[in-house]
């Protein structure tokens, strides 16, 4: 089976597709499951990588959307929601709340509604890529359209 096929990369897919008929899903031979898997297999600088991490923030989710060569500061998010409690989402949480599986999640296609914030580092780069639903896909877009699609808001939100 295509990997194209399965359900959550579909989903990617048709969000990509309503948003821009010129942004196509780039399936990889080697695995794109870590920022670092991605970069080398993209053959790009790994803060290219746009890594997309759900977390817990006392009784909501959010995801963040990071450069693949920075870590998500809780202290700046934080302050950003004014919550004490944020912490990583479980693997199960991760699928139960996206629809996704950890290294596949995509800023695009969850399964419920998400507030994403957006980290400001990401607009360094021209172009950035993406998980597309499955760790061996993604999908490339530029900052602005990634802005766009993913409804999200920008912060400060690494180290």
């Known amino acids: 089976m295509s990997l194209l096929n399965k359900e959550p990369v579909k989903r990617v897919e048709e969000n ?3 948003f821009n008929e010129n942004l ?9 499951r870590t920022a670092l898997e991605a970069a080398s297999s993209l053959g790009c600088n790994v803060g290219a990588i746009v890594k997309s991490l759900l977390f817990r923030a006392e009784d909501k989710y959010i995801l963040c959307l990071v450069s693949g060569d920075k870590k998500v500061s809780l202290n700046k998010v934080k302050k950003i ?6 912490s990583m989402a479980s693997a199960d949480e991760v699928k139960k709340i996206t629809g996704f ?4 999640v995509s800023p695009v ?13 990401l607009s360094r780069f021209e ?9 061996n896909c993604v999908f490339r877009i530029d900052n602005l359209n990634l802005i ?7 912060e400060d939100i690494t180290e």
């Open 81 to 86: 929601l004014n919550k004490k409690d944020i």
């Open 24 to 32: 196509n899903i780039i399936t990889l031979d080697t695995s794109a």
């Open 109 to 121: 296609g969850h399964l419920n509604d998400i507030n994403i914030y957006i980290d400001n580092n």
């Open 101 to 104: 599986t950890i290294g596949g």
């Open 16 to 18: 990509l597709k309503n």
């Open 148 to 154: 766009k699609i993913s409804k999200g808001i920008i």
């Open 127 to 135: 172009f950035l890529y993406a998980a597309a639903g499955h760790p």
